[in-house]
Structure formats: C-alpha cells, structure tokens
C-alpha cells in the first residue's frame, strides 16, 4: 500500500534516562545521512530496523544528534539578499 506523503513521518524518541534516539524515517535525505553515519560510528548509531513500506529505524547516541533552531529572517535582510539576487540576474542577462 502506498503511502500519502502526509503519512511519511520522521519521529525522534527518546526518555530521561536513555542513552539513544529512536529516530524512524521515511525522509530519503535523513536516511542516507544517518546510514553515513552508522557507516563511520557503528558505535554510536546502528539501523535498528526497515520497512516494506520505505521507513528506517536507527538508534543514535544521545550527544551525536542536535536540533538547530533558526530564528526567522529579518525584513531587512530579506531585502538585501533580494535586492542582490536581482543585481546579479541583471549581470548574467547583460553576459547573455
């Protein structure tokens, strides 16, 4: 059966007291990153399981997966990087 995208999740679990993150994916992008990374670490994160269906299941040492919060960009720099974007397609229209 076919999955909706809606239904391909990435779910990290974990508790208190353990070591590891259950991290289970269907993300093709986390997947190749985290079978790199067992590949190199086998120490500290392992495939614990896959799926008919496309997900993978690893177990990853707690201090070895960060999440990385980004604050929203400012109004200001959105404008910069817009007005640079438009100055450089300008260029390569004159190169054309």
């Known amino acids: 059966m076919r999955r909706l995208k809606c ?11 353990d070591g590891f993150y259950d991290v289970y994916t269907f993300n093709q ?9 067992a590949e190199k670490y086998p120490d500290d994160c392992w495939l614990k399981g ?15 997966l960060s999440l ?17 974007i438009i100055e450089e397609q300008k260029e390569q229209s004159k190169d054309s």
């Open 68 to 84: 990385n919060l980004r604050p929203p960009y400012s109004k200001d720099r959105i404008h910069k990087a817009t007005e640079r």
């Open 29 to 37: 992008s986390l997947q190749k990153r985290l079978r790199s990374f």
């Open 7 to 17: 239904e391909k999740e990435t779910i990290i679990l974990t508790n208190e007291d």
């Open 50 to 64: 896959a799926s008919e269906d496309g997900s993978e299941t690893y177990m990853i040492r707690k201090g070895r």
